[in-house]
């Protein structure tokens, strides 16, 4: 479906309501769960099994390790955050019992914990869970990608330019790291997390921090008693993140590799316990065998392709649909240190070769709408006026013959003895990509660029596009994606050192822009700032956007609840659904 996933970046409660709101003390928010009150004749019962269709493993049923969606959604079953979006996109507690207090003019942030949360082995969770979860974020042999997120923590800057420092000084990696590790003890004892008793714990910023309710609240919390000495490089091969256990919702059953994940109810949730008994995460082979499985009652919820869409409508009596916009866009990536693709103007010409409005109207059947930049039309920062580059072969032909690529002999177009022949990877299984891979490969042929279609699945695709494996070979374009939050903070993606910034995009002004829009707590004045990021970007097309999609979700009709489609997904109050029971 898509890589990484930016929930990790999602809120929607701006920090500076929540400075009005709190600044005073701890303001409490709408409880949570806030369970909806079915019909007489919709009771809601306990038992039965919920299965999910997916044409894709998890890869880490860890929170501060995963990086795509899939596992993304699984973590928020297993795993509690000290807050949660809810259906209007406002954080509701969760973990804390209330919003947090701010003081300090931004720069302290001080949560109450609930006192009934219990680790899904029975520990009670506290203060140091959550010191202990930022904590091995930021410990100098993790290997994921979520640090760049806690910069503002007061002192984490400094540390992380002291790891740089360590590692420029040409020590052998066992000393750098044992070096860096003491510094990093360093920083654990000082006041930049404080946990003064045992459901209280304060962030300290060295400035302020507008992303600090996603990044740091809306983060899902890890144990410390289970991962205390996994801290660091070993964290990754833990044998914990294939067989994890967390604090929320759903508790780990089984997991067995492209077949399925099992999760069953939490008897001891906080909230109390989940209606359906288990929940049962389903890997087919492609969109088409779940959409099968779907029609015949097998399974409980698929994804509905577009082109199914008037069939599941029309024809499919078991099956209720819901169709919502989504945080999404698909994109294709270019390798920005490949030469193909280091010219601007190369790229917009690439961009300018494509028939965006007509593959978008083609494929997408009124599903979605086209893309053109960074971000999400859900959004209180999308910039609708970016540049668009309007179809135009013959300009895209002018523009790539004065960028020095003549067409050669084949038709292929050549410069300094180099072809315009590359790879462009996508991820096989999805339908809808598949031939959007296929209609940009034929646009492209016709301005005298050869795309090579490299079909491979999506983990392998995640592995060669991740900025963190030294040893990825970066594709040199691929057709993926985002899923972005509620939360405008893009640093990751595209400042030039940004985690997730596999693409190796680099601009003064974005970075700029960057480091503004995490500071500036007034929702106006960042709208302007990521608006001008959404401008720039769609300027310089490291990315050539394509569309924006709705989620179609097929659900059986024995799934009962208060279910609604929202752009922070379908899920997100499951503990309230249940499974009509068989009259028969």
Known sequence: MKRRTLSSVAGSLLVATVLTACSSGSTPAPSAPAPSTPAASETPVQGGTYTVASTIDATFLNPILNQDAVSNDLNALIYDSLLQLNDKQEWIPWLAEALPTIEEGGLKWTFKLRQDAKWQDGQELTSADVKFTFGAILHPGYTGVRASGLTAIKGVTDLRNGFKETDGKGTDKEAALKEKAAAWEAWQQTDAIETPDKYTVIFRFDKPFAPAMSNIAGRGIIPQHLLKDQVGVAMKDAAFNRSPVGSGRFQFGEWKTNERIVLKANPNWWGGRPNIDEYVFRIFPDTNTAMAALEKGEIDRAAVQVDQFDHFQNDVQLVNLYEYATTQYRNIAFDLKNPLFADKNVRTALATALDKENLVAKLLQGHGITAWSHGTPTRWDFNPDVKKYAYDPEA????????????????VRVKDGQKFSFDLYFVTGNKLEAEAAQVVQAAWKEVGVEANLKGTDQPTLLDLSDAGNPARKQPPAYLLGWTLG??????????????????????????????????????????????????????????LWLWFPNAIQGIHKRVKGPIAGTPVGIEWNIQEWWIQPDKK
């Open 486 to 543: 509620s939360e405008p903070d893009s640093y990751a993606i595209w400042a030039c050192d940004g985690s997730f910034n596999d693409i190796s995009y680099c601009h003064p002004t974005v970075d700029e822009l960057e480091n503004k829009g995490r500071t500036e707590l007034d929702q106006a004045k960042r709208t302007e700032i990521y608006g001008q990021i959404q401008a720039k970007l769609a300027e310089d097309q490291p990315y």
């Open 396 to 411: 895209a032909k002018k523009a790539l013959d004065a960028a020095g690529w003549t067409v050669g002999p084949d038709g």
